[in-house]
């Protein structure tokens, strides 16, 4: 199994990033995928969506500015990240779930990847 993020860098506050993951090794489309940020020490839930693409769930936080989509013909999980604050700062992490849907729980996933800086500030 890979999971390989792109997309991450610097944007001012305001502003618009897309973090893309790519997924190889599983039956994509058999999994709920999320999107995981750190910063610095707890790892935190962003977005989850199941395997057919509905069931999307959303920190609060993010709720209204972040969306979390997936294309399940080339094996892709996209999350959209628009009005950008200071503290959305973090590594960001894609991780495949063990079930169909996505969860809270950490413990839920049992692939990451290597994780992408994304870093708002003027």
């Known amino acids: 199994v890979q999971l390989v993020e792109s997309g991450g860098g610097l944007a001012q506050p305001g502003g618009s990033l897309r973090l893309s993951c790519a997924a190889s090794?599983?039956?994509?489309?058999?999994?709920?995928m999320a999107w995981y940020r750190q910063a610095p020490a707890k790892r935190d839930l962003v977005a989850s969506i199941g395997n057919d693409g509905n069931r999307v769930d959303y920190a609060d936080s993010v709720k209204g500015r972040f969306t979390i989509s997936r294309d399940n013909a080339k094996n892709t999980v996209t999350l959209q990240m628009n009005s950008l604050k200071p503290e959305d700062t973090a590594v960001y992490y894609c991780?495949?779930?063990?079930?169909?849907?996505?969860?809270?729980?950490?413990?839920?996933?049992?692939?990451w990847g290597q994780g992408i800086q994304v870093t708002v500030s003027s």
């Open positions: 090794g599983f039956e994509f489309e058999r999994y709920g």
């Open positions: 991780a495949k779930s063990k079930w169909i849907f996505g969860t809270s729980f950490v413990d839920s996933y049992d692939y």
